[in-house]
């Protein structure tokens, strides 16, 4: 079993940055990869950027260039740096990690304001 708690959500106006971030614990060392997906109103999950095991990064196209992706083993943490923020990035992020299944936070609350 994954614990996830997310931190750092909260309202920005266009242009502006938030960091988000999400404490592991449990059975971390089976993690292979960390990562955050994104759940706007009425639209689907969609994976925003993910790490894996010896660091290689992915992105979606919408926030290549504005997101990076890092994660702390030391600390069992996963961040997301957001900067030039758009109101389309308004969503409920959601923390995971990835086992033999996916683990996922309780999400937190971005609200990017025009």
């Known amino acids: 079993q994954v614990q996830l708690v997310e931190s750092g959500g909260g309202l920005v106006q266009a242009g502006g940055s938030l960091r988000l971030s999400c404490a592991a614990s449990g059975s971390i060392f089976r993690i292979s990869a960390m990562g955050w997906y994104r759940q706007a109103p009425g639209k689907q999950r969609e994976l925003v950027a993910v790490?894996?095991?010896?660091?290689?990064?992915n992105y979606a196209e919408s926030v290549k260039g504005r997101f990076t992706i890092s994660r702390d083993n030391a600390k069992n943490t996963v961040h997301l740096q957001m900067n030039s923020l758009k109101p389309e990035d308004t969503a409920v992020y959601y923390c995971?990690?990835?086992?033999?299944?996916?683990?996922w936070g309780q999400g937190t609350q971005v609200t990017v304001s025009s």
């Open positions: 790490v894996i095991n010896g660091g290689s990064t």
């Open positions: 995971t990690a990835v086992v033999t299944n996916i683990y």
